[in-house]
């Protein structure tokens, strides 16, 4: 009687995870060589955008400005392509080991590209 009960039990069991487990659909489709480039070109940008953050003057500064390092680079994380090209472009103007004013410049466009995105509400404390 009790294996019987048993061996039912782990029948129903068994059957209500295949009812209820979630199927997956799965689509394979063609990737063009412009996409693929353009994919490649966007991780570059974030590889370039995110050595910038990892430099110590950078992460010290963001740390003045309340801004914990790890939470930039998750809002960065978050940029589209057209964002992190723009933010690329200016880090690409800026001089080597540039001033301080420089640093904060940069700041101070990405936390405004993030506040109008709406990931951030930086200047709404203001």
Not at 14 to 19: D, N
Not at 21 to 40: D, K
Not at 81 to 101: I, K, T, Y
């Amino acid at each position: 009687m009790k294996n019987s009960l048993r061996a039912f039990v782990l029948h129903l069991v068994a059957l209500a995870l295949l009812v209820t487990a979630p199927l997956a659909t799965v689509r394979a489709a063609i990737v063009s060589t412009e996409s693929a480039i353009a994919m490649s070109e966007q991780v570059d940008l974030l590889a370039e955008v995110t050595s910038a953050l990892a430099r110590e003057d950078v992460r010290k500064q963001l740390v003045e400005l309340g801004v914990e390092p790890q939470q930039a680079l998750e809002r960065i994380n978050g940029l589209t392509p057209a964002e992190l090209a723009a933010l690329d472009g200016q880090l690409d103007q800026l001089p080597a080991g540039g001033s301080l004013l420089a640093v904060l410049g940069v700041l101070l466009v990405v936390l405004i590209v993030l506040d109008l995105v709406g990931v951030t509400n930086v200047f709404s404390k203001i």
